[in-house]
T-cell receptor
Framework: DAKTTQPTSMDCAEGRAANLPCNHSTISGNEYVYWYRQIHSQGPQYIIHGLKNNETNEMASLIITEDRKSSTLILPHATLRDTAVYYCIVRVANTGNQFYFGTGTSLTVIP | GAGVSQTPSNKVTEKGKYVELRCDPISGHTALYWYRQSLGQGPEFLIYFQGTGAADDSGLPNDRFFAVRPEGSVSTLKIQRTERGDSAVYLC?????????FGPGTRLTVT
């Protein structure tokens, strides 16, 4: 599996965009980039995923560099409820494959 | 609709005892996963079921850990002769296609 590298922690002011980076320099051509988050005392929650094109949904946007060696998750208007640990995972898109979560980025949204 | 549910939400047991943790996946989801999460760490893969069979149990730490899914729906994670190091949150996830949906977890404390 491609290994990911994320900053340990980040702060973001409420209402501002939160940009969470992830490096995955050894990603393979058939591996997707997934983002999950885990709010305190809850199970991980799916946010978004992509292969090489930028993606957007109601929760966030995912920007993947052209060489696919890094990506950024963007929460356009962070709220206090977005305070969580955010995990960047790379894996082939197959239900048979487990995720390797790493330690993620602890995002704190500040009032 | 109903998400993944796990029971009990908390379990305290004495060292050496046997415990069972239950997971009810989303109806119709064929894939089921167990993860374990220690404090300050990301979830760690334990075992994956496709239907009734364990397709990948490479994450089980030793033979004290065992999981079943006899009818392809509910799964039970069984831990024999519990040790203090088994204390963690045990997460279950289910999947039909690419997305994994996690339950809230069972917090196991071995005293």
């Amino acid at each position: 599996d491609a290994k990911t590298t994320q900053p340990t922690s980040m702060d973001c002011a409420e209402g501002r965009a939160a940009n969470l980076p992830c490096n995955h320099s050894t990603i393979s051509g058939n591996e997707y980039v997934y983002w999950y988050r885990q709010i305190h005392s809850q199970g991980p929650q799916y946010i978004i995923h992509g292969l090489k094109n930028n993606e957007t949904n109601e929760m966030a946007s995912l920007i993947i560099t052209e060489d696919r060696k890094s990506s950024t998750l963007i929460l356009p208007h962070a709220t206090l409820r977005d305070t969580a640990v955010y995990y960047c995972i790379v894996r082939v898109a197959n239900t048979g494959n487990q995720f390797y979560f790493g330690t993620g980025t602890s995002l704190t949204v500040i009032p | 609709g109903a998400g993944v549910s796990q029971t009990p939400s908390n379990k305290v047991t004495e060292k050496g005892k046997y415990v069972e943790l239950r997971c009810d996946p989303i109806s119709g989801h064929t894939a089921l996963y167990w993860y374990r999460q220690s404090l300050g760490q990301g979830p760690e893969f334990l075992i994956y079921f496709q239907g009734t069979g364990a397709a990948d149990d490479s994450g089980l730490p030793n033979d004290r850990f065992f999981a079943v899914r006899p009818e392809g729906s509910v799964s039970t994670l069984k831990i024999q002769r519990t040790e203090r190091g088994d204390s963690a949150v045990y997460l279950c996830a289910s999947s039909l296609a690419w997305g994994k949906y996690f339950g809230p977890g069972t917090r196991l404390t071995v005293t």
